[in-house]
């Protein structure tokens, strides 16, 4: 036998991550680079980012096909202005807050939606959204169905406007690279070769000892405790909360699905590819109103047709590499 | 001693009863063949051994624990392993990463990197270690399903046909990998339509029909048997 050794990584992935830790640095610059418009922008871009991790972590690894996200970002928005209303805490303090409930409340859902199966399970996650918008329409403590507003002096708190948008942005470049990191290490650990195998074939992963149970749970709280963290900075940043903009299916779940499908699911990189996309279609295209939700649509319809592993998918498919690798390699 | 015995297993799909009335046990150390024509239920009675099927009656023991209701990946890690007759390989992931499944997740799990480059080189997959099991032709399909399950670690073995379309030389190395893997202290089942392969190892031999056990005992007296001439010439007047 010969002497072999285990490598993770590739001359390729090294140097593609030196780039992309370079190109990490300029993103994070952007307060000293980018107008105010544009920053705002660049943090719209994060949230969208880690939500896709999540969610592709979820249905392109774990194999459960959420389409009830939108009830952790919600769930968010609310345990924000919750904290900051009725315990007068700093907005930004009642993240991590947010993220802890955020997860003790999966737990109960899980035991509930993971009854489900296939297409039942999408539609369960759906409906547990609903019961959570609808419960924070009966709320009258937090504004009922018409919402309210986070108070001007609350804002202030957080420092002057410029200051401000300096510290909301990093915080979301923190959570955003916090959401990715914590998917690369995760599917180079023994949970991620399980996950891997479980992406692959339910069957087989079980007979060889993989316990799907447990760890759909784990990437299930795991997501949920993330997402409700970037739901309660999303609200931060657009100051008022209602039940329809906290529970939109629209803008947190159907558009993260986009984003996780062109893109490339079961892939770190995919979402990335896929959340760039996302953005240069909308700012050319999101003027033309319902035509642009329908070339979206039929942009999606079209990429899980010609390339069902994405756009990344249609990448590596020539060249064997990838920007983070959580592979194994056999050298001899 | 027995390490696995079957007790009036039933298991029926709808009106169409798969498994009727069957027990078997197996000792420690055994090497079984199971013979049947196709749809005789030799793959669903594999199914119920691992938990990929719960029985709807009936009760699987396994080295002295009841695991009817136990989950397929808690019997892995008492010690059974299977290969699937239709090869469900990880299509994503390297010939190398598949076997490390086994290895990470299986029975023992010492050193899980080792021990799939051992498993690799043993069954002769070295040379497409770092080759995507979704480009693996039927045939390495077959040898991986071995692999990965050997890198479990098991001490029963379920082979469910892995010898059909293979050249005469592979059969023998094949054959010779089985008797190693038996030589080391595992127990094995093997379904195979290639009786002279089945043969030329099995201790013992199980019939199955129609779900049921036709007739078992030593391969001479089993093959000799009414029972089986009736099966194989009704099949080749059929
Ligand atoms: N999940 C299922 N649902 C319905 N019928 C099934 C299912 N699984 C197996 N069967 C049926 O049960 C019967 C036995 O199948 P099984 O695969 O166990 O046979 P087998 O002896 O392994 O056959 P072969 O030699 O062709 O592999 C077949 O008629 C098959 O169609
Ligand atoms: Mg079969």
Known sequence: ?332 | MTLLDLQDLQKSYGALAVTQNFSMSVEQGDLVGILGPNGAGKTTLFNQITGTVKPDHGEVWFDGEMVTQMDASKRCQMGIARSFQVPHPFVGMTVYENILVGATFGRSSFDPRKQALEIMDKTGMDDKANQLAGSLTLLDRKRLEMARALAADPKLLLLDEIAGGLTDSECVSLLNTIREVHETGVTIIWIEHVVHALMSVAKRLVVVDFGRKVTEGDPETVMNSPEVKSIYMGEDAA
């Not at chain 1, 991590?96 to 009854?115: E, N, T, Y």
């Open chain 1, 1 to 332: 036998m010969q002497h072999a050794t285990i490598t993770r990584s590739t001359q390729a992935s090294r140097i593609a991550g030196i780039l992309a830790l370079c190109f990490l640095v300029y993103i994070g610059a952007a307060p000293w680079w980018a107008g105010s418009a544009d920053l705002r922008l660049i943090t719209e871009i994060l949230f969208y980012l880690a939500l896709a991790s999540m969610w592709n972590l979820l249905a392109g690894y774990a194999g459960l096909i959420s389409v009830g996200q939108h009830a952790y970002v919600g769930l968010g928005g609310y345990l924000m202005f919750s904290c900051v209303l009725f315990l007068g805490m700093n907005p930004l303090w009642s993240i991590p807050v947010a993220g802890v409930a955020g997860a003790l409340i999966s737990i109960p859902v899980a035991w509930l939606v993971f009854r489900l199966k296939g297409p039942y399970f999408a539609i369960g996650t759906w409906v547990v959204a609903e019961v959570f918008r609808l419960s924070a329409a009966q709320m009258s403590s937090v504004g009922g169905g018409s919402g309210l507003s986070i108070p001007v002096a609350v804002m202030r708190d957080l420092g002057r406007k410029p200051d401000r948008e300096m510290l909301i942005y990093f915080t979301a470049f923190a959570l955003c690279v916090g959401a990715i990191l914590l998917v690369y290490f995760l599917l180079r650990s023994r949970v991620g070769l399980a996950l891997t195998a479980i992406r692959d074939n339910e069957v087989a992963s079980s007979s060889l000892g993989v316990k799907i149970g447990r760890i759909k749970l784990f990437v299930y709280v795991a997501a949920a405790a993330v997402t409700t963290m970037i739901g309660a900075l999303i609200f931060v940043t657009k100051l008022r909360i209602s039940p329809d903009a906290a529970f939109s299916v629209n803008d947190w779940t159907v558009f993260v699905i986009f984003i996780v499908v062109i893109g490339g699911i079961g892939t770190i990189e995919g979402p990335i590819i896929g959340t760039l996309l996302f953005f240069l279609l909308r700012e050319f295209l999101a003027d033309l109103g319902a035509i642009y939700l329908m070339i979206l649509g039929a942009m999606a319809i079209g990429i899980m047709l010609a390339a069902p592993k994405g756009l990344w998918g249609l990448l590596v498919s020539r060249y064997d590499f990838s920007i983070f690798p959580v592979g194994y390699r056999v050298r001899r």
